[in-house]
């Protein structure tokens, strides 16, 4: 059963990138301070993410997400796309609730199961299979987390069947030890030709801001 939400968000063409990313700030500011919110994690392409051109493999068609819990989806400011997800965090890092920008940059990766499996059997293989190879070969990755899609929210959302995030405390992290060596690539390169559809996946470098997080 789904536990949150996550929304996504474009930037408007009129708007400059630090604008939109304080716009957005402002609004998780006022859900986190709902009694009722107990997380609210926004991801935002600010201008000022910090991360190397190699973070977007994959252009992302979004400039923002909004991970939410225990606020309605219209307490939120209108997406552009949202579902509802489960979340499960893989990797853990110590980061901040106060609202402050946490080190380094998180890149947002939605995902989409191979042709030849089911969306059980992918989050399946995600949850037991990749996770753990993630972990052992990536040792810049100091915070990961799994978003599994239970459901779309908004009319023609884009056909995800989940959101990864991964945050790197700084470039070089991402850079020089995405992967432990050669083996390590190799190794989270064979799995996911295993469960998912690459191309069709998307990668967006933001800078993260942790309003609450109960995890």
């Given at each position: 059963?789904?536990?949150?939400?996550?929304?996504?968000?474009?930037?408007?063409?009129?708007?400059?990138?630090?604008?939109?990313?304080?716009?957005?700030?402002?609004?998780?500011?006022?859900?986190?301070?709902?009694?009722?919110?107990?997380?609210?994690?926004?991801?935002?392409?600010?201008?000022?993410?910090?991360?190397?051109?190699?973070a977007?493999?994959?252009?992302?068609?979004?400039?923002?997400?909004?991970?939410?819990?225990?606020?309605?989806?219209?307490?939120?400011?209108?997406?552009?796309?949202?579902?509802?997800?489960?979340?499960?965090?893989?990797?853990?890092?110590?980061?901040?609730?106060?609202?402050?920008?946490?080190a380094?940059?998180?890149?947002?990766?939605?995902?989409?199961?191979?042709?030849?499996?089911?969306?059980?059997?992918?989050?399946?293989?995600?949850?037991?299979?990749?996770?753990?190879?993630?972990?052992?070969?990536?040792?810049?990755?100091?915070?990961?987390?799994?978003?599994?899609?239970d459901?779309?929210?908004?009319?023609?959302a884009p056909?995800?069947?989940?959101?990864?995030?991964?945050?790197?405390?700084?470039?070089?992290?991402?850079?020089?030890?995405?992967?432990?060596?050669?083996?390590g690539?190799?190794?989270?390169?064979?799995?996911?030709?295993?469960?998912?559809?690459?191309?069709?996946?998307?990668?967006?470098?933001?800078?993260?801001?942790?309003?609450?997080?109960?995890?």
């Open positions: 059963m789904s536990d949150a939400f996550i929304a996504f968000y474009r930037r408007p063409a009129h708007e400059a990138a630090q604008g939109f990313g304080k716009r957005l700030r402002d609004a998780a500011s006022a859900i986190a301070s709902n009694p009722r919110s107990s997380v609210v994690v926004l991801l935002v392409d600010d201008g000022v993410t910090g991360a190397p051109p190699e977007t493999a994959m252009p992302s068609q979004f400039d923002a997400a909004l991970v939410a819990c225990g606020v309605s989806l219209n307490e939120l400011p209108a997406p552009d796309a949202a579902y509802a997800v489960s979340r499960r965090v893989i990797k853990a890092r110590e980061r901040g609730r106060d609202g402050e920008r946490s380094g940059f998180t890149v947002v990766c939605p995902s989409v199961r191979a042709p030849f499996l089911t969306h059980d059997q992918f989050d399946a293989h995600w949850r037991d299979n990749h996770s753990r190879i993630h972990v052992a070969s990536s040792p810049g990755t100091c915070h990961y987390e799994q978003l599994i899609i459901e779309s929210l908004t009319p023609d056909s995800w069947d989940g959101v990864g995030l991964l945050s790197f405390a700084t470039a070089d992290d991402y850079v020089e030890r995405l992967f432990d060596g050669p083996q690539q190799q190794a989270i390169f064979d799995d996911i030709a295993r469960f998912l559809e690459l191309q069709r996946g998307e990668t967006l470098p933001t800078s993260e801001y942790v309003y609450r997080d109960d995890a």
